[in-house]
T-cell receptor
Framework: DQQVKQNSPSLSVQEGRISILNCDYTNSMFDYFLWYKKYPAEGPTFLISISSIKDKNEDGRFTVFLNKSAKHLSLHIVPSQPGDSAVYFCAASLLRGTASKLTFGTGTRLQVTL | KAGVTQTPRYLIKTRGQQVTLSCSPI?????VSWYQQTPGQGLQFLFE???????NKGNFPGRFSGRQFSNSRSEMNVSTLELGDSALYLC???????????????FGPGTRLTVT
């Protein structure tokens, strides 16, 4: 059972425009959400996160929105740059005591074109 | 501060063999998690170690095992390799505590295992 889903395997956006990556989850117990970026032959790099008690978190060009009632989160990148071309994974977490386990989506490949 | 390191970076094995992968976490991080990445499957959680004890486990067969040493370094072992075990194996470390930092895991570059 895929508890975290990224239904768009790929997305192409022009440089300077907004990129919107979407993620849906099924487990209402998840209390923290993260986005990771991955380049080929490298491990995922932490990008931005949001607690379930918030609905928005912003860090520079990156903003994550959380809609708990819809069990949906999105990552907005504005403006998109060619260096943003990578695979983006959303992840959800449950913190129990000090133990955290990340459940990942299958990823969305973002290509930013000139 | 040095990042998460994994050795070896690439490995080719044949079916039936066993393999051991190594991971050194970020200094001060005591939790180490292992993930398997295959095309179309995303990252799937294998297990997590903290203070030399496995405290979380994913849905993988018993051929996949791990351990953690007192210096927080971790190893993962796969016995009786199958063709389907070909994947990128990623190790991630995290700070442990009750703050939001516990959620953020930092990944190494991975070990690319090919089983022939």
């Amino acid at each position: 059972d895929q508890q975290v889903k990224q239904n768009s395997p790929s997305l192409s956006v022009q440089e300077g425009r907004i990129s919107i990556l979407n993620c849906d989850y099924t487990n209402s117990m998840f209390d923290y959400f993260l986005w990771y970026k991955k380049y080929p032959a490298e491990g995922p790099t932490f990008l931005i996160s949001i607690s379930s008690i918030k609905d928005k978190n912003e860090d520079g060009r990156f903003t994550v929105f959380l809609n708990k009632s819809a069990k949906h989160l999105s990552l907005h990148i504005v403006p998109s740059q060619p260096g943003d071309s990578a695979v983006y994974f959303c992840a959800a977490s449950l913190l129990r005591g000090t133990a955290s386990k990340l459940t990942f989506g299958t990823g969305t490949r973002l290509q930013v074109t000139l | 501060k040095a990042g998460v390191t994994q050795t070896p970076r690439y490995l080719i094995k044949t079916r039936g063999q066993q393999v051991t992968l190594s991971c050194s976490p970020i200094s001060g991080h005591r939790s180490v998690s292992w993930y398997q990445q295959t095309p179309g499957q995303g990252l799937q959680f294998l297990f997590e170690y903290f203070s030399e004890t496995q405290r979380n486990k994913g849905n993988f067969p018993g051929r996949f095992s791990g351990r953690q040493f007192s210096n927080s370094r971790s190893e993962m072992n796969v016995s009786t390799l199958e063709l389907g075990d070909s994947a990128l194996y990623l190790c991630a470390s995290s700070f442990t505590g009750t703050s939001r930092l516990s959620y953020e895991q930092y990944f190494g570059p991975g070990t690319r295992l090919t089983v022939t």
